[in-house]
DNA sequence: TTGAAAGCGGTACCAG
DNA sequence: CTGGTACCGCTTTCAA
């Protein structure tokens, strides 16, 4: 553990006080451009980086947002990330990126960790804890937004994509490709996008005069190996199933290859349509259609209203962005 | 902003010194067990929660550790990542994980943000800076390891994946499947894998008594529009090309559809080999043969030695992971 | 077993 | 324009 440079010994080399290091490394406050940059210089030829924990302790400010997502894995939330990362690094701030491994328990912890490091403000991606955990949590932070989940305007802005809307397309075009009845693998049931999805689903088959089938609509976990399962289990029925809506891109890779195993042809057997918009999305075969949405997009909102909350102007308590469907070989 | 509770708040409710408090919370000096519980209980009840940062100012520890990586898309990451965090939360640290975007002036900025944040120590995979810029900042840092990276052991520890045996069981298996000659996107050419690679691809040549076309080396963005780029150049000479070994399976997932687009069928046309194992190459068809590696075990190994680095026996400065080939449909 | 005081490396406030 | 001093919240050292 090598011995770093702090600003008292640029100070002595510098042969001044440590504040006009100070004003001279942060550029404010009245200070000469000479004895500037020759204390820049200096501070430079040293080796000296300034203190971060230090500085967050005097000014209150870390400097630090944290991040959470309940499966780094899953594409869906790096492209997030990024568009988070991009705009906070161009901001000075750093970001933890904690995976919450779909845990609420572990999202509890991470939320409490966060708070311990004195983040400034934390970005929660579909929550997975429930409200009566999750909101005294959310309430000790400075600034909170959340992505996919509401939240009362004090407590967090938030940045949510309408399930309803993006739903109500999915099951419209199924209908109208005459692709009937419809199954909907729904994801997680605690999550509160699939709540959401569940609703509009059993909506836009009332308004279209379809019946509910309650075999065809079933939970699985959010990734390729749950939409697997689901799928599998569906198709052991006896019912056939010509339209399989999906929770995720990565439950229609799973259901897809689970309809693949059961000698069923896409989409000439069964249709199907992910959501999201995930890169693999298109590269697969047959490519999938999906509902896009623009990650990065909401990645910069999330960070805008966090930037905006941390700087006092809470103003904008929502964002919402509109899904697209996008028709591909697996549903066209 | 809420006026957060502090170690002395709780010494005033508790009628001690704020030492006594630290004791009681750090759960560590002579304190009776009676007071001990007092003050945990009273500190609960006020909500306190001790700030990381004013510790870590005297502790000059910050619990703190740096991840880098290139491509956080690139599902390889998140693998690694997820076995990292994991242990490094068993183990008391947050992670900042950083995604760098295949850019090395990123890396080299978030190298010194890192730096000023002063993490415990950074792990660092894949660099993408040359040595020459990458050493000289590593070495400010009190403890690091690279992986899939050299460095002298006095700088860094290291995991690495044996590139040379992987690529050779590859074209061994393409050799002896009687799929010659034998094409390589090597991915980006400042990645240390690549270089790698590509040596023990021309040696494992040479030693089959195969002659180089050097129009069937090419060098790739490490992504599927990579692969698909590359896959597309290569296809447009008028040479066949029965065998495509490729720098990852994503660079795998695009080439394979360029062959699509191509007309070729695979493995009939051309035989794919990819490289990592994600999880995605099981799920798309056909099935893709790759070189698996356990990243979990990467990412924990990783964390081990970064562990033993920051504790101050760095005594085990490299470990090595052997890749196994497993043979699926788009090279059987 | 407990407490008083010093100080980690900065920034802020005021004086010169 | 520059310097002195207090202090952010906590742990460490030494006394009591």
Do not use: W
Not at 70 to 96: Q, T, W
Not at 105 to 131: F, H, M, P, Y
Not at 140 to 164: M, Q
Not at 269 to 291: E, H, K, M, Y
């Amino acid at each position: 553990m090598k011995p770093l440079v702090t600003i008292t010994d640029v100070a002595r080399a510098a042969a001044v006080s440590v504040q006009t290091v100070s004003r001279a490394l942060n550029n404010k406050g009245e200070i000469s451009p000479t004895t500037r940059d020759r204390i820049v210089a200096i501070a430079e030829q040293l080796g000296y980086r300034r203190n971060a924990i230090a500085r967050g302790l005097v000014t209150n400010r870390s400097m630090t947002l944290g991040l959470l997502v309940p499966d780094i894995a899953n594409p869906f939330f790096p492209d997030i990330a990024r568009g988070i990362e991009d705009r906070a690094l161009a901001n000075g701030y750093n970001v933890f990126l904690c995976n919450t491994v779909e845990d609420p328990n572990r999202e509890a912890a991470v939320l409490a960790l966060l708070e311990e490091k004195r983040v400034d403000g934390i970005i929660l991606c579909s929550a997975r804890l429930t409200d009566d955990r999750l909101l005294p949590l959310l309430r000790r932070h400075r600034a909170v937004v959340l992505v996919n989940h509401p939240a009362p305007p004090e407590v967090a802005a938030s940045v949510r994509v309408d399930d309803a809307a993006g739903t109500q397309q999915a099951v419209r075009h199924l209908h109208a490709t005459q692709r009937t009845p419809i199954a909907f693998l729904a994801g997680p049931a605690h999550a509160h996008s699939s709540q959401q999805r569940t609703v509009a689903y059993r909506q836009t088959l009332a308004e279209l005069g379809m019946a509910l089938d309650p075999t065809l609509l079933r939970q699985c976990a959010p990734d390729a190996e749950g939409g697997y399962q689901a799928a599998r289990a569906l198709l052991a029925g006896t019912t056939p199933v010509p339209a399989l809506l999906c929770y995720n891109d990565l439950v229609a890779v799973g259901a897809l290859q689970a309809c693949r195993e059961a000698g069923l042809r896409v989409p000439d057997d069964v249709a199907i349509i992910g959501c999201d918009d995930i890169a693999l999305a298109r590269l697969i075969t047959p490519a999938l259609t999906t509902l896009r949405v623009d990650k990065s997009a909401i990645g910069a909102a999330a960070f805008g209203l966090l930037l905006a909350r941390i700087e006092g102007d809470g103003t904008d308590a929502e964002v919402v962005f509109t899904p697209e469907l996008v028709l591909r070989a697996s549903a066209p």
